[in-house]
T-cell receptor
Framework: QKEVEQNSGPLSVPEGAIASLNCTYS??????FFWYRQYSGKSPELIMF????GDKEDGRFTAQLNKASQYVSLLIRDSQPSDSATYLC??????????FGKGTSLLVTP | DVKVTQSSRYLVKRTGEKVFLECVQD?????MFWYRQDPGLGLRLIYF???????EKGDIPEGYSVSREKKERFSLILESASTNQTSMYLC???????????????FGPGTRLLVL
């Protein structure tokens, strides 16, 4: 079974701080990596995707990929209470089906 | 805007009933997926379909079947509902079909199913 691992949290950060969310994956052949945000009672919403080693920035979000170490991370700068949600890491191993981690719960405190 | 709709937001059924969950998209995507989401277990893939009348088993297909007679509609069927199928069911559009990945990762609103 190809695994995608995340710390369940909760990760608590003060408003304005940087939140760092991490994810490791077991399939070395994985090519595409995604971060979803899921508010309680809602469906997941894609916020970032990354294919290449290094950093990818989009507004307050930065995705980081290190294929040699098989990890992908998400940084959220200037965290806001509205960022409080569960963040899901997902990987495409083969074909087009997503393999999800169990998610990390983030709480941003005012 | 992409629209993925699911037939019901909440559903209550009895053990042994046949249950149909429908997913409809307006984007003409080939690839559609059914997941279930449970606390502590995350999102797990039940079935997916790459095209009309085509289906592939995911990680947990037991107790489920699917139907894709038209491109825009992908149905999940619980042949004989059981209490352990109480869950949140999520339909998604996947990448492929010549479209960029970032354009196709959409989830429907979900159906919360309770089997009594």
């Amino acid at each position: 079974q190809k695994e995608v691992e995340q710390n369940s949290g909760p990760l608590s950060v003060p408003e304005g701080a940087i939140a760092s969310l991490n994810c490791t994956y077991s399939d070395r052949g994985s090519q595409s990596f995604f971060w979803y945000r899921q508010y309680s009672g809602k469906s997941p919403e894609l916020i970032m995707f990354i294919y290449s080693n290094g950093d990818k920035e989009d507004g307050r979000f930065t995705a980081q990929l290190n294929k040699a170490s098989q990890y992908v991370s998400l940084l959220i700068r200037d965290s806001q209470p509205s960022d409080s949600a569960t963040y899901l890491c997902a990987v495409i191993n083969s074909g087009y089906a997503l393999n999800f981690g169990k998610g990390t719960s983030l709480l941003v405190t005012p | 805007d992409v629209k993925v709709t699911q037939s019901s937001r909440y559903l209550v059924k009895r053990t042994g009933e046949k249950v149909f969950l429908e997913c409809v998209q307006d984007m003409d995507h080939e690839n559609m997926f059914w997941y279930r989401q449970d606390p502590g277990l995350g999102l797990r893939l039940i079935y997916f379909s790459y095209d009309v009348k085509m289906k592939e088993k995911g990680d947990i297909p037991e107790g489920y079947s699917v139907s894709r007679e038209k491109k825009e509609r992908f149905s999940l069927i619980l042949e004989s509902a059981s209490t352990n199928q109480t869950s949140m069911y999520l339909c998604a559009l996947g990448p492929g079909g010549g479209l960029a990945v970032q354009e196709t990762q959409y989830f429907g609103p979900g159906t919360r199913l309770l089997v009594l």
